[in-house]
């Protein structure tokens, strides 16, 4: 076995904290490797302007799978919520970390239910806007860009009156006491993979797969698996407001998924539970309920806009 090996992370903070997380727990289990990461830029780094709902999340992830590919480096971390539920050939996704919260948190001024309307609350997710609008359509959505410093100074320079951000982001960074409000599973549920991170590499480095397997956490793996297989079955890719969490209890799965027209006024949600070692089987089952219910009307509707 070799012992140097190259993580690829994205240059954020947040990225590098990640990153040096999962680096970390690699050498704590293998003392004596030596593990460089290595800073790539993607195209969702370069381009901050365009919404994500026009260009997609695959944008953070594809120069690290290039470099993958072209064994520039051994492995990539991701957060998982970001990574596309099709892998390209060669690659897999070999490890998901244990999930934190997996939540939506507000920073504001005030509470969801106190902020005043008209408020302006920035976020760049449309899965985000559309249930904010849903539970408070007397707000406005801003849509924003950029790494999770540059999203709270917005909030701190009165530019917006709040932001919507994942509350992991929040905990991995340490800024868990800026946080106004958890905001409830009942009215936003997450995006797929949300809290976990993805731990990608080519899938004939059998080293690799040595390295990050006492770090794939089953719990959250069969959770990962079920929302991803739900996200793929419904066919409605990374940009249509569609949310899953899985909830492993014993040997036990429970999905929850949801899919909202963009202004929020149109909701589907069901839920599906099963073997939590059948994940995938949970994902596809809950996935058909839902286009019984007419989902892939609000994937249409998503797609022509």
Known sequence: MRTKFVVGSRGSRLAMVQAESVTAEIEKINPGLEISIARITTAGDRNRRTGLDRIGVAVFVKELEDALL??????????????PTAIPDGLALLAVTRRLDPRDALVAGAGLDAVAPGSSIGTGSLRRSAQLLRY?????VAGIRGNVDTRLRKVTAGELDGIIIAAAAMLRLGLQDK???YLPLDNFLPSAGQGALGIEARLDDMDVAGLVSPL???????SAMAERAFIHALG???RAPIAALGTVSGSNLKLEGMITSADGKKMLRASEEGSASSPEKVGTCLAQRMLDMGA???IAEISGR
């Not at 794939?216 to 069969?222: E, L, V």
């Open 136 to 140: 408070r359509p007397d707000l406005k």
């Open 179 to 181: 946080i106004t409000e």
């Open 236 to 238: 409605g890719g990374c």
């Open 296 to 298: 892939a009307e609000f």
């Open 70 to 83: 072209n064994k520039k480096i051994d492995l990539a971390v991701h957060s998982l919520k970001d990574m």
């Open 216 to 222: 794939n956490h089953i719990a959250s793996w069969q």
